[in-house]
């Protein structure tokens, strides 16, 4: 029987989904600036959204199309199971579903209309995006660089604190949810599970820096469970 008035938070790349569409898209459209996104990454000098948005610029002035790069969203991997056991836990009633990303919107929005799952989802939280008339993905931080900046002490990157959005999600969302369930994989996840309750849940992947950094720095008060594939999650799901 579903609980009365729960939440369950999803990170969404190699949480919802199979895989990470920051770099999936351009593995499919510009390997050459999938490179160059690797090669940054381990320079470790440029914020990972505005590193993303100089690969957009980068690849729309190499000839890389809107089309592009919405077939290779469509075309990521992404369970079937996932979309049964968010479809048939929305349909059993008092589920509130939050996704909380480090992506886009625009990723999300295209990956949740092909998938049948944007009606499930009260919010997205992540980075906003838009097209310009000329077909370039104009990405920009959710927290704007030229104005406030998040106080998190855990190590979220600059353009959100997971953390922090998910207490906000809370404040616009009373009253208190009774139980919340937060599937994550990343070491961004840890921040938000850091303020999960003893009655709340987190489906942590196995794979990932969020294992890692409970393994490493515990401190969580809510009850983890494990998963490796999309079918476990359906499974913990079909218990809620
Ligand atoms: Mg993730
Ligand atoms: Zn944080």
Redesign the pocket.
Known sequence: MASHRQLVVFDFDWSMADQDTDRWVFEINAPRIRRWMEDNERRGTMQFTDMIAQALRDAHAAGVTREQLEHALRIMPFHPAMVRAITNLKAAGNTTFLCLSNANSVYIDVILQDKGLTEMFDEVVTNPASWDPSGLLVLRRRVDPSGPQ?A?A???SANM????ELEAFYARHTPTYERVVYVGDGSNDY?PALRLRSQDMLLCRTFGGLHKRIAREGGLKCEVKYWTGAWEVEEIFNTL
């Open positions: 998040h998190c855990v190590g979220c604190c997971k953390g922090e921040c």
